[in-house]
């Protein structure tokens, strides 16, 4: 969690959302972090925005970021039997780095945010007034934003390069649905858009 007395200002950042990407400029506007993933109150009063992704290309990135060094080897796990797993990706979508948001602002009753969208990240952060503001000092950190545009990092093994929606069928698909199904509802996320997910 990211919070800015300055601004009155506090983010939720979960893993695979861009957080990387944003936390270069709140750094840039001084913000101070309390767990880079933690999704914690600083100030009820204060504006909450809340990083959030289309659950089905959350759990590639995720799947992507634990086993693209272990291609080739013993321990890589292939995006079928890591969701099928109980002991990978149900597991540890639940410990603490990986709490469900739409779960949190249910259980700390929270009635106001702003759900910042991975997939429209940069149009949605100028949005936010002190960085629309700030742009003048944030020139370098949004550069990285365009490195976004990339559909797919290059330097993984070449049978990993490819649409998210080749990684999933329908038997997949139904299970990160529906163990997700909070958070689909919250970003607004179509229960078949796994089919044209690019990234």
Same mark, same amino acid.
């Given at each position: ?6 601004? +009155? ?22 913000? +101070? ?35 693209? +060094? ?40 929270? &009635?106001?945010?702003?759900?910042? &969208? ?61 163990? &997700? ?19």
């Amino acid at each position: 969690m990211y919070f800015s007395e300055n601004y +009155k200002s506090q983010w939720w950042v979960p893993p695979r959302t861009g957080s990387r990407m944003l936390k270069k400029i709140l750094d840039r506007l001084d913000f +101070k972090s309390e767990g880079h993933h933690e999704m914690t109150i600083k100030d009820p009063n204060w504006d909450l925005n809340i990083l959030i992704r289309n659950p089905y290309s959350r759990a590639v990135s995720y799947w992507l970021n634990r086993n693209e +060094k272990r291609y080739n080897t013993d321990n890589f796990m292939d995006f079928s039997e890591s969701i099928h797993n109980k002991q990978d990706y149900l597991r540890d979508l639940h410990v603490s780095n990986f709490k469900d948001p739409s779960r949190e602002i249910i259980s700390k009753k929270i &009635k106001y945010y702003t759900l910042i &969208k991975y997939e429209t990240l940069f149009e949605d952060i100028l949005m936010v007034p002190y960085i629309k503001d700030n742009l003048h000092l944030l020139q370098q950190e949004i550069s990285f934003f365009n490195l976004g545009h990339t559909p797919w990092r290059l330097d993984r093994p070449k049978k990993l390069i490819r649409p998210y929606y080749e990684f999933y069928n329908q038997d997949l698909a139904d299970i990160v649905y529906t163990q &997700k199904q909070s958070e689909f509802e919250l970003g607004g996320y179509h229960r078949d858009s796994w089919k044209t997910l690019v990234k």
